[in-house]
C-alpha cells in the first residue's frame, strides 16, 4: 500500500519561506503524477501544483505562479514544494497526492493516494 508522508511545514511571517517535502513508500514512485493541493479553515480543498512522472508538465495555480516551485526527484522518492514570498492566506493545511496515470493534473479526482497534511501558518 502506498504511503504519502509530508513534513517540512510551520510557522512563517510573511514574505518567508518553507519547503515540503513528501515522501513517497514504494520504489515506483517514478511512474506516478504528483500535486501538491491544500485546504484553509472552512474552505474546500485547492489545487497548488502538479507534476508529471518525469518531472516535466509543471502547472501552478495562479496564486502560486512565481512564488511556488513543485519539484521532484525520483532516485529519493520524494515530492517538493518550494515555497516563498509567503503570505498569510497561503495558511493551510498542505497536502501531496499520487496518480497512476504518471501524468500531471489538476483534478484531485485523479488521484490515488493522498498524505495526511502538513500545517503551514503564515504570520502578518
Known amino acids: 500500500q502506498v504511503q504519502l508522508v509530508e513534513s517540512g511545514g510551520g510557522l512563517v511571517q510573511a514574505g518567508g519561506s518553507l519547503r515540503l517535502s513528501c515522501l513517497f513508500s514504494?520504489?515506483?514512485?517514478?511512474?506516478?503524477?504528483m500535486g501538491w493541493f491544500r485546504q484553509a479553515p472552512e474552505k474546500e480543498r485547492e489545487f497548488v501544483a502538479t507534476?508529471?512522472?518525469?518531472?516535466?508538465?509543471?502547472y501552478y495555480a495562479d496564486s502560486m505562479k512565481g512564488r511556488f516551485t513543485i519539484s521532484r526527484d525520483n532516485a529519493k522518492n520524494t515530492l517538493y514544494l518550494q515555497m516563498n514570498s509567503l503570505k498569510p492566506e497561503d495558511t493551510a493545511v498542505y497536502y501531496c497526492a499520487a496518480g497512476h496515470y504518471s501524468d500531471s493534473s489538476v483534478d484531485p479526482y485523479e488521484y490515488d493516494y493522498w498524505g495526511q497534511g502538513t500545517q503551514v501558518t503564515v504570520s502578518s
Open positions: 507534476i508529471n512522472w518525469r518531472g516535466g508538465d509543471i
Open positions: 514504494e520504489p515506483t514512485f517514478s511512474s506516478y503524477g
